[in-house]
């Protein structure tokens, strides 16, 4: 039998905490950085410089705690801001990976390919149900995903839709995927409380119920 440990010869994967707004996402991620601190293992926590709710310098979970991050423009400047840190690192944590370009998943697989842990959260569906590409591409490569759910703030059921909310699109100019917001532009709602656009590619003609 080979000589194996309780990981086998896994040494470096990627983790990927996905699901809608109001779900805890950035929490989860934090919540996994911050075990680190029973371990000798260092990390470093990448933001999307497009991701202005945050500051840019630090996240912070809804329980108070900062963790420093490092807010990058590309995806590929990921590997530059590895390579210089003072200290080796073990683990790479990425969050709104949604945000960040198609690069990113073969970053992710550089970094797990060269023994790094790499935990990357992020939406997997934009307002309009539509799967943000980047995230879709890494949770296909990624050894572990976790879809968390928020409550649907109009029927109290689980949520894994984010509805936009229609005095948002006024004011910050209509449909673009990306378009940064909180609790005032933004509700987690379950697929029956969610609206579709008209373009969505999923308003098909009228189709019977099902019985229920
Ligand atoms: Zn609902």
Redesign the pocket.
Known sequence: MAKVNAFGRQKGWIEVICGPMFAGKSEELLRRINLLKYSEAKYLLFTPTKDTRSGGKRAKSRDGREFTSISVEKAIDIIGHVNKASEIVQVVAIDEAQFFDEELCNVCNYLANNNYIVLVAGLDMDFDGNPFKTMTNIITVAEKVTKLKAI?M????E?SFSERLKSAQKKQGGRDQIMIGDIESYEA??????TLSKANPWNFPKLRKAKV
């Open positions: 649907c109009t029927c109290g059921a949520a709602r379950c697929r029956h409380c969610h």
